[in-house]
């Protein structure tokens, strides 16, 4: 004999299996498109290393050369705003010291930004479930109509919505811990763009400037004392 409260809040197979077909889709969908990786993009500066060291270079050689059209050729094509910053405030004749501290700034601002904006967006998600998870719950004490017609494909699509916002809100918490960890990383390029920009406007050859700021990531190792020092 079952009992009446059990038989009230029980949910029809069908509705459990569409559930988790959609949830097992949606985990498909994000391991091919490699969601991962596109957060990770979304979070701050994401050139690799060596990349930026050769782009530097390169940017010495143009300034060696006097070409300004060319090192904002370079800025253009760099996703990384702190690099475009800098190249403009160098084509601009800017002293080191005010480089380093304009780009200091923008660099705390944009992860100070970033921060704020996933923490908001972890909150609002979080605050949407409340709705579908209403409706679910609704659908499985018998509030909302009879389980056989449309009321249960609502309650089917409701529930994967809250699934959808749990996980965008697991997303963006996730996202924020990852910017938190890797600020450290992010202020070890912007010390090496720094050093670098301020080598070059000390008139640095490219292979010095490339060398800086290998030596800077963690890229190269010298013994030469004066390097080491710089």
């Known amino acids: 004999m079952e009992l009446p409260l059990l038989d009230s809040i029980r949910i029809p197979v069908g509705l459990l299996a569409v559930c988790l077909a959609a949830s097992a889709a ?18 701050v500066h994401a050139t690799p290393r060596a990349e930026l060291v050769r782009q530097l270079e390169r940017l010495a050689a143009c300034a060696a050369e006097g070409d300004l059209r060319g090192m904002r050729r370079l800025a ?5 705003l702190l690099f475009r910053r800098g190249v403009e405030m160098l084509a601009a004749g800017a002293e080191p010291p005010d480089i380093a501290r304009k780009l200091e700034h923008i660099g705390q601002v944009l992860i100070d930004r970033r921060r704020r904006s996933l923490r908001r ?5 979080t605050l949407s479930v409340i709705f579908p998870a ?3 719950f609704a659908f499985a004490f018998g509030l909302l109509g009879d389980r ?10 409701a529930f ?3 699934m959808a916002l749990l996980t965008a809100s697991s997303a963006a918490h996730w996202m924020c811990d990852k910017l938190d960890a890797s ?8 010390e090496a763009l720094i050093f670098s920009l301020s080598a070059i406007r000390g008139g640095a050859g490219s292979t ?8 800077v990531l963690g890229l190269e190792t010298t013994s030469e004392p004066l390097r080491l020092a710089a």
């Open 76 to 80: 253009d094509r760099s996703d990384w």
């Open 208 to 215: 010095e400037v490339a060398s800086l700021a290998a030596l």
């Open 134 to 136: 209403s409706i679910v």
């Open 160 to 162: 994967v919505a809250a």
């Open 121 to 125: 967006a972890a909150a609002l998600a």
């Open 26 to 43: 949606a985990l498909v969908v994000a391991r091919i498109l490699r969601l991962d990786a596109v957060a990770s993009r979304l979070l």
């Open 148 to 157: 056989t017609g449309l009321e249960s494909y609502l309650a089917a699509a």
């Open 183 to 190: 600020v450290a990383s992010h202020t070890l390029e912007t």
